[in-house]
């Protein structure tokens, strides 16, 4: 295999920064170009949602590494750059008011964005109707929950997954007024056991949350005044709003890999080193859907992926083989709440509580066909820990 | 700003000063010490910021939640009696001159 002359890593988040500093400390010594189109140097995302919402932190702490750091690791590091193109056969990227960039091997790490609803939005773009990704988003959010404190407007929450969760979570620690709609029968019900959800669910009421579920919004409507919207639901239900927050999942940035050709379906697809279709590109993180041995197709959306996924991409480029196969983690914060979750729940058909529910921390195991495959922990984490063992077969 | 001297597992040695409220393994980061990753930005869910504080000043601490001691005990590094996730340790005016050792490896 002939050694990498060039590298460059298209999205400098978790992913892009992780594959970068392992592919220095493997060893790789030669050029190595990270490119972000935020204006930020990395940063940490799961913050967004948590402290960086209660106003608890500033930007500096959300910071992964200093510029100093990077440039220590010779890792060059170009924020606010956007690649419009990548052109496989003359391993070029196409810049946004810049040169085009030359490559040897690229990887790509360009994470997700925010799912877009399918239901009738007001025309014109409204500053307080948002979803959370990025810091930009975060900050935007937060300042919104400060206007509808001072003037006493309500927050409607469309969406609940983690992110709409906590922010739910978040805006009810300001003392805001909160109700959040979610489509399914229950909340999270694609991770979480039933009896967990139900829990979150108490717990979100007990915080004084208004939530709805099997509820299906129609529209976004423009209200009585500029500040305030109107969420209209199918069944004619009418929730004024002095901010809308859609948290409603994240889709894949693959356009870039998409229009090079690349083979797609839902997010760039890679094996377990990150290989995509095409010998010359990588791809980590959350724009990745990873084909499993049996064919099917895995998307996770984590940092424990990211992260992972990363270190297994620069041992890939650099001819080794290492890899993503570890047991997915996850975990959320909510009130004085940690929800940690260990392997994936899919198909589950049996579950198991342990531990004092009422007491605020047990954790319930999934099974599937008699095998453990996933185990829910609520302020329990060395039950989770245990659990990531477990599942890892040690 | 409050002095925190970490103590990388090279032996090398750096002061720096360190924002009041941040935590030890932010004023880590921002600085590019080696040795401590920080996987989960704080939220102590990842067990990646695993410190060893100087053993006369552990009690000047505030003590591990539930939930750092678990965490704790999980450690890719040996775990010792004065073991403690960076991230979990308020950086206040009266831990002045705080050395903090980072162990060998995170992961």
């Not at chain 1, 095998?371 to 599942?391: C, G, T, Y």
């Amino acid at each position: 295999m002939k050694s990498p002359e060039n590298i460059v890593i298209v999205g400098a988040g978790q992913a892009g920064l992780q594959t970068a500093e392992a592919l220095r400390s493997l060893g790789y010594a030669g050029p190595l170009t990270l490119l972000g189109d935020e204006p930020h140097p990395p940063y940490h995302r799961p913050p967004l949602s948590k402290a960086w919402l209660a106003e608890a932190m500033d930007a500096a702490q959300l910071m992964m590494r200093s510029p100093d750091v990077l440039a220590r690791k010779h890792i060059s590091l170009r924020t606010g750059v956007r690649v419009t193109a990548i052109e496989p056969d003359t391993r070029r990227l196409m810049l946004a008011n810049a040169e085009p960039l030359s490559y040897s091997t690229l990887v790509l790490a360009t994470g997700a964005s925010p799912r877009r609803p399918s239901f009738e939005l007001p025309s014109t773009q409204a500053a307080n109707i948002l979803s959370l990704y990025r810091m930009g988003d975060a900050s935007n959010i937060a300042q919104r929950m400060r206007f509808c404190l001072e003037h006493d407007l309500p927050v409607v929450v469309i969406g609940g997954g983690f992110i709409g969760l906590e922010v739910a979570a978040a805006a009810r620690k300001k003392g805001l007024a909160v109700t959040l709609l979610e489509a399914s029968p229950r909340l999270l019900s694609r991770s979480l056991a039933p009896f967990t959800s139900d829990w979150f669910e108490a717990l979100h009421r007990r915080h004084g949350v208004q939530l709805l579920l099997e509820t299906q919004v129609r529209a976004i409507e423009a209200g009585p005044h500029p500040e305030l919207h109107q969420v209209v639901l199918h069944d004619g239900g009418v929730y004024p709003a002095g901010l809308v927050v859609i948290g409603i999942g994240a889709q894949a940035n693959d356009t870039l890999a998409r229009k090079a050709g690349l083979d797609c379906e839902c997010g760039v697809i890679v094996d377990a080193n990150g290989r995509t279709s095409h010998p010359d590109i990588y791809a980590a993180g959350d724009c990745t859907v990873r084909r499993l041995a049996d064919g099917t197709l895995l998307r996770l959306e984590s940092v424990q992926n990211a992260v992972e996924q990363g270190k297994s991409v620069a041992a890939a480029i650099l001819g080794q083989n290492k890899p993503s196969n570890t047991t997915p983690w996850f975990w959320s914060d909510q009130y004085d709440v940690k929800l940690q979750m260990a392997g994936l729940s899919m198909g589950a058909d049996h579950w198991e509580t342990h531990g004092d529910p009422t007491s605020g921390s047990f954790s319930v195991h999934h099974f599937k066909q008699g095998q453990l495959i996933a185990v829910d922990s609520v302020n329990a984490s060395k039950e989770h820990l245990q659990a990531r063992k477990w599942l890892e077969g040690k | 700003m409050t002095t925190i001297t970490y103590i990388e597992s090279s032996g090398q040695t750096l002061s720096v000063d360190v924002t009041d409220g941040w935590s030890v393994m932010q004023g880590a980061v921002a600085n590019g010490i080696e040795g401590i990753i920080g996987e989960c930005g704080g939220s102590c869910a990842c067990a990646t910021c695993h410190c060893y504080v100087e053993t006369t000043r552990l009690n000047e601490l505030e003590p591990p939640s539930e939930s750092e001691l678990d965490l704790l005990e999980d450690v890719a590094a040996e775990r010792r009696p004065n073991s403690r996730l960076a991230c979990q340790i308020k950086v206040q005016a009266s831990l002045d001159g705080l050395l903090v050792q980072l162990p060998d490896c995170q992961l």
